[in-house]
């Protein structure tokens, strides 16, 4: 959006007196140097293994105490013909505040499989002490040269995308996860809630989980630790299902009422994948007469097995957001 400002024009009256005013002059506020919310920047790429590169870049303007929720998505596919089964690829969507302070740092690892495309997404949150530009980039990293998909080509397309949001909460992380999930489980993982203030508002909540199966004791590994037991490793793999439920909770800190839920088909973590990012997106409105002044979105695993599987605290994420209008 263009801003055109009428500036006044200083005048002297026609007799010459010298006690003349002259008219304050006023100008429209200097615009930002760099495009507000929403803004979304997009790439492409083709790297050959071992290689690692960095696109997407761009810089979006972001006003003091706001909330910003930025998302990544990445597709990207190992082509047929390629040395071995499979394909290592790390994705990180990084966004650093101008003015210092916290940023984001989130993505994921994967092994693509031959011919099948692999899709990365993650989000998100920044809250700006101060007015000032946030530099985001993707980065790519495909860097083992011992392995047998050494020399392959392959193409890579992303985005990030920058909205703002009324107000937003994020799933504590450090307490809960990493996580081992046996088999025949299914454990809540993550939560967040978020007061509401308007009948009617909408909801949003974001989530991406972390998941590698116990094929490998060495697999599995996070905070100097494995997280796979020897004797429960299965190179059968897991097989998973991502299930995320909105409710609204009321003044007993219970739910009182189911807003939405979703889940995910059910995803085979094999011994060639072992790496896993899974994604779940809800959205919703309030109903007009709530029964409860907080929401709160749960997100849960359920593993059939027969393997374990972990879920990891990098690069899982959950966000609940009421979207700005």
Not at 8 to 37: C, E, K
Not at 71 to 79: F, K, Q
Not at 117 to 138: A, F, H, K, W
Request: proline content about 7%; aromatic content about 4%; charged content about 20%.
């Amino acid at each position: 959006m263009l801003v055109v400002g009428v500036v006044g024009l200083a005048g002297r009256g026609g007799d010459g007196n010298p006690t003349s005013r002259t008219a304050p002059s006023t100008a429209a506020p200097t615009p930002p140097p760099f495009p507000a919310a929403p803004y979304a920047v997009s790439d492409e790429a083709l790297l050959t293994v071992p290689e690692e590169t960095r696109i997407a870049q761009g810089t979006f303007w972001a006003e003091a105490g706001a909330e910003y929720v930025v998302t990544m998505d990445l597709r990207s596919t190992m082509p047929e013909g390629s040395g071995g089964r499979s394909m290592y690829l790390g994705v990180t969507l990084s966004c650093s505040p101008r003015a210092g302070g916290p940023g984001i740092s989130v993505g994921g690892t994967q092994n693509m499989l031959t011919g099948e495309e692999t899709t990365y997404r993650n989000q998100g949150l920044i809250s700006m002490p101060e007015d000032g530009g946030v530099d985001c980039s993707i980065k790519l990293s495909a860097p083992y040269d011992d392995v047998a998909s050494r020399d392959t080509t392959f193409p890579a397309g992303a985005s990030w995308e920058v909205r703002r949001a009324d107000a937003a909460a994020q799933a504590p992380t450090d307490t809960v996860l990493p996580t081992t999930i046996a088999a025949g489980a299914t454990e809540d993982v993550l939560t967040a809630e978020l007061p509401i203030d308007e009948a009617g508002e909408g909801l949003e909540a974001l989530s991406s989980l972390h998941l590698t199966a116990c094929t490998g004791v060495n697999g599995s590994r996070e905070d100097g630790r494995a997280w796979c037991r020897e004797d429960a490793l299965d190179e059968g793999g897991s097989t998973v299902t991502l299930r995320a439920r909105m409710e609204l909770v009321g003044e007993d800190g219970n739910a009182c009422a189911e807003l939405a839920a979703q889940a995910l088909p059910a995803d085979r973590i094999e011994l060639h994948r072992h790496h896993r990012l899974l994604s779940l997106a809800l959205e919703t409105s309030l109903p007009e007469r709530p029964c409860g002044r907080q929401a709160r979105v749960t997100l849960a695993v359920h593993n059939d097995g027969p393997a374990p599987v972990v879920v990891h605290r990098t690069n899982s994420s959950l966000l609940l957001t009421t979207p700005a209008g």
